[in-house]
């Protein structure tokens, strides 16, 4: 059945994937990007289930004025793939404060810009699907992505809790949790390198730039697999709360629940019996 997906950054990396497959496979895609140009020219030129619009995700009016477009051309929404985002590389204290909040604002409050132009349509028609991609880094924290893995772990509590609050009107969501795949992530376009500052981070700083650019192109996922697996979970019919996407990255998030169940029973002793003296277990 043919669905409306909402794609942000369609222009390059990931995004152009899933727009490509998406109208391969008949869908009608509203393909967003800071530079539309760019993104019809990436995706081929001007088709007839194809809307392509401005849309810098940070802004609220671009975000209102894309959905607006989507509704114009479309009539409808059905599936929301909040996709754009970037990445402050960077030992904390090497990081700006300016920097940090950049990084929320894109990887954080830019989906929930979208999300809050496209919500209500969702909830008016009582039917929709929510698909926003966090990172494995958004569940395990890792060196040189504090800003990162600060914007992703938030992204992960505001997905599990809208669940929440949009399921009583047939909206779904979905919260995605790559591993390492080919995209554009690491490229400079996309990742912002700290300039060693600071003595004792400056030898670790340049050394892990170094590593980190090194795996740029030989990331071992593949970004049209992914696509492709974003578009299966579109289909279901009850979609998966949570995909962990990479073998990589399944076996992250594994690891990382044992450790949080060990961390659990090691606090057994000093955390389960906090309450007060009159209340009874």
């Not at 980190?212 to 030989?218: A, C, D, E, Q, T």
């Not at 996407?245 to 690891?255: P, S």
Request: proline content about 4%; hydrophobic content about 40%; aromatic content about 6%.
């Amino acid at each position: 059945m043919s669905k409306v997906i909402f794609v942000t950054g369609a222009g390059r990396g990931l995004g152009t994937d899933i727009a490509r497959q998406a109208l391969a496979v008949g869908h009608q895609v509203v393909a967003t990007g800071r530079r539309p140009e760019q993104v019809e020219k990436t995706l081929g030129g001007p088709q007839d289930n194809l809307l392509v619009t401005k849309l810098d995700i940070t802004s609220l009016d671009d975000a209102q004025a894309a959905a607006q477009a989507a509704v114009d051309r479309f009539g409808r929404i059905d599936v929301l793939i909040n996709n754009a985002g970037n990445f402050f590389a960077g030992y904390f204290e090497e990081i700006t404060p300016d920097q940090m909040r950049q990084q929320i604002e894109t990887n954080l409050f830019g989906p929930m810009n979208v999300t809050r132009a496209i919500l209500p349509l969702m909830r008016k028609r009582r039917a929709g699907h929510i698909i926003t991609l966090s990172s494995s880094a958004g569940i395990i924290g890792q060196e040189f992505c504090v800003a990162y893995a600060a914007s992703k772990f938030a992204v992960e509590g505001w997905m599990e809790s809208l669940r929440f609050d949009v399921e009583p009107y047939n909206i779904h969501t979905t919260v995605v949790e790559p591993g390492f795949f080919r995209t554009e992530l690491l490229v400079d376009g996309s990742t912002i390198w700290p300039e060693p500052t600071i003595d004792d981070y400056a030898e670790r700083t340049t050394t892990t730039i170094a590593a980190w650019k090194s795996m740029n192109g030989r990331q071992t996922g593949d970004p049209a697999k992914l696509a492709q697996a974003l578009l299966a979970i579109a289909a279901q019919e009850k979609p998966l709360l949570r995909f962990v996407a990479g073998a990589d990255a399944i076996e992250g998030v594994k690891g990382k629940a044992k450790e949080l169940l060990a961390q659990a029973e090691a606090s057994r002793e000093l955390g389960g019996n906090l309450g007060h003296d009159d209340v009874t277990a």
